[in-house]
C-alpha cells in the first residue's frame, strides 16, 4: 500500500519570505514522488518530481523539494515567496511497483503582500 | 501541445439521471487516467487506460460507473443513476508510456452537481 501525509491544512507567509510545505510519504518499496498545485475551478498542474539520483529537485517556477529517505519525507520549498504562488498544493507518491499515484488531501499556500 | 481537454466542465443534473463526460489527452499520451476529487481532498483514483485497454479499476468505481477508451484516443466516463454522493469534480490525465517516471498532465476536470 501507498499513502502520502500533508500535516498542514494551510501555510501562512510573507511575499518575500522563504516557504516550506510539508509531505511525508509510506511505501513498500522505493518511490517515485511528485508535487503539483491547483488554482481555483483548474486541474493539477506538474511542478516537480523526483525519481532518483540528487535528493534536491529542482522544478518550475522557482519550487525545489528535499528528498529524505530516512524521515520518508519530500517537502517542497521556495527561498522567496510569491503572492501568486497562493494555490493548493498536492504531494503523491508511487510505488515503483505500482501504476497509479495516491496524493494527499492537499495544503493551502497563503501568500500575503 | 494542446493539454488534456474536458468537457463539459460543469454539469448539473438531478438525482437518478445518466452523465456522461469526455476527456482527450494529449495526443501522444497511450495512458489514460480518471480521479475524483471532492472538496477538502486530493484526487482519488478510479481508473485508467493503456492505449485502449482498462488495466486498473478502484474499488471507488461502482457498478454506476462505466469508462471506454474505444479506440485508445479520447475516454469517456458514464455515471448512471447519480446519487448526491456522486458531487464531485471529476479530473482527467493522461501520460506517456516509455518511461516510467513520466508525470501524468491533468485537465480542468469536470465538476458534477446533482440537485
Known amino acids: 500500500a501507498q499513502s502520502v501525509a500533508q500535516p498542514e491544512d494551510q501555510v501562512n507567509v510573507a511575499e518575500g519570505n522563504p516557504l516550506t510545505v510539508k509531505c511525508t510519504y509510506s511505501?513498500?518499496?522505493?518511490?517515485?514522488l511528485f508535487w503539483y498545485v491547483q488554482y481555483p475551478n483548474r486541474g493539477l498542474q506538474f511542478l516537480l518530481k523526483?525519481?532518483?539520483?540528487?535528493?534536491l529537485v529542482k522544478g518550475s517556477y522557482g519550487f525545489e523539494a528535499e528528498f529524505n529517505k530516512s524521515q520518508t519525507s519530500f517537502h517542497l520549498k521556495k527561498p522567496s515567496a510569491l503572492v501568486s504562488d497562493s494555490a493548493l498544493y498536492f504531494c503523491?507518491?508511487?510505488?515503483?511497483?505500482?501504476?497509479?499515484?495516491?496524493f494527499g488531501k492537499g495544503t493551502m499556500l497563503l501568500v500575503s503582500p | 501541445d494542446t493539454g488534456v481537454s474536458q468537457n463539459p466542465r460543469h454539469k448539473i443534473t438531478k438525482r437518478g439521471q445518466n452523465v456522461t463526460f469526455r476527456c482527450d489527452p494529449i495526443?501522444?499520451?497511450?495512458?489514460l487516467y480518471w480521479y475524483r476529487q471532492t472538496l477538502g481532498q486530493g484526487p482519488e483514483f478510479l481508473t485508467y487506460?493503456?492505449?485502449?485497454?482498462?488495466?486498473?479499476k478502484s474499488r471507488l468505481l461502482s457498478d454506476r460507473f462505466s469508462a471506454e477508451r474505444p479506440k485508445g484516443s479520447f475516454s469517456t466516463l458514464e455515471i448512471q443513476r447519480t446519487e448526491q454522493g456522486d458531487s464531485a469534480m471529476y479530473l482527467c490525465?493522461?501520460?506517456?508510456?516509455?518511461?516510467?517516471?513520466?508525470?501524468?498532465?491533468f485537465g480542468d476536470g469536470t465538476r458534477l452537481s446533482i440537485l
Open positions: 490525465a493522461s501520460s506517456l508510456l516509455g518511461e516510467s517516471n513520466q508525470p501524468q498532465h
Open positions: 511505501v513498500s518499496g522505493n518511490p517515485y
Open positions: 523526483y525519481i532518483t539520483g540528487d535528493n
Open positions: 503523491a507518491v508511487r510505488d515503483r511497483g505500482y501504476s497509479t499515484l495516491t
Open positions: 495526443s501522444e499520451h497511450n495512458r
Open positions: 487506460f493503456q492505449n485502449e485497454a482498462q488495466l486498473e
